[in-house]
């Protein structure tokens, strides 16, 4: 996949909330209830990722010019990856991935955090994290992934 990866500006964030909001109603089912995929994606509002843009930094990935996903860190925590639902299983979140865990490799953060969604567990296993903890209470996987070996 041929995919450009830059930091996110201010202008993104409508295309941002909106990658987020459809990758979660789209992709987050069978793994778990609509009614719950539709309470997650709300919880997000447009500002509130207004707000996001300022307190992390955010990545996206475009294709022909095209913002096709996003990725946000903070320190040694990933604080959010989405796909588009239209480019879903095509390497997009796997890029986004490899590229933010090398930032905080180079940063020398020994290991990398998150909490992973139902649907998106088996996403993070297959690329090395391991559980961290029990599911908490709103349903997220606590994960980690070692970087320094």
């Known amino acids: 996949m041929g995919a450009v990866?830059?930091?996110a500006m201010r202008e993104d964030a409508s295309r941002l909330y909106d990658i987020r909001r459809r990758s979660i109603l789209e992709l987050a089912p069978p793994t778990m209830p609509k009614a719950e995929a539709k309470a997650w994606a709300t919880k997000l509002t447009p500002s509130g990722m207004e707000r996001?843009?300022?307190e992390?930094?955010?990545w996206v990935a475009e294709l022909d010019g095209i913002v096709v996903g996003w990725g946000a860190i903070q320190g040694d925590t990933l604080e959010g990856l989405y796909a588009a639902p239209e480019f879903a299983g095509q390497g997009v979140g796997a890029g986004l991935l490899g590229m933010l865990e090398g930032l905080m490799r180079d940063r020398e953060f020994p290991s990398v955090h998150a909490?992973?969604?139902s649907n998106a567990r088996d996403f993070y296993l297959r690329r090395g994290y391991r559980a961290s903890g029990p599911q908490t209470p709103e349903g997220a996987w606590p994960i980690a992934k070692e970087l320094l070996a």
Do not use: Q, W
């Open 115 to 117: 909490e992973a969604s």
């Open 56 to 58: 992390l930094e955010i």
């Open 5 to 7: 990866y830059r930091l």
């Open 52 to 54: 996001k843009l300022r």
